[in-house]
């Protein structure tokens, strides 16, 4: 019902930035929330933060002031722009929607950031 492409990975130097983009299509109309997640090598996924359909976001303590969700509604298009990359934040990053009673995640993009 609900479909998640996730793009812009890659490999970057501490420091650095990096913007993800989270495509949604499908049946939208009762999108509650889209969600941006991590996996580190090894670990367990974890919260990365989210928007909600107002457009209000929030962030995990160990991103907030580096990374910000931002939306073009008219590309339904949700952007994960990651600044002042450090190593711990190599992982595998998804997107999820969230609707009434159900959640949709996307396939995840890699993100390497070297020393």
């Known amino acids: 019902q609900v479909q998640l492409v996730e793009s812009g990975g890659g490999l970057v130097q501490a420091g650095g930035s990096l913007r993800l983009s989270c495509a949604v299509s499908?049946?939208?109309?009762?999108?509650?929330?889209i969600g941006w997640y991590r996996q580190p090598p090894g670990k367990q996924r974890e919260l990365v933060g989210a928007?909600?359909?107002?457009?209000?976001?929030s962030y995990a303590d160990s991103v907030k002031g580096r990374f910000t969700i931002s939306r073009d509604l008219t590309k339904n298009t949700v952007y994960l722009q990651m600044n002042s990359l450090k190593p711990d934040d190599t992982a595998v990053y998804y997107c999820?929607?969230?609707?009434?009673?159900?959640?949709?995640w996307g396939q995840g993009t890699q993100v390497t950031v070297s020393s």
């Open positions: 499908g049946s939208t109309l009762s999108l509650y929330a």
């Open positions: 999820k929607a969230v609707t009434r009673g159900r959640h949709y």
């Open positions: 928007i909600s359909s107002d457009g209000s976001t």
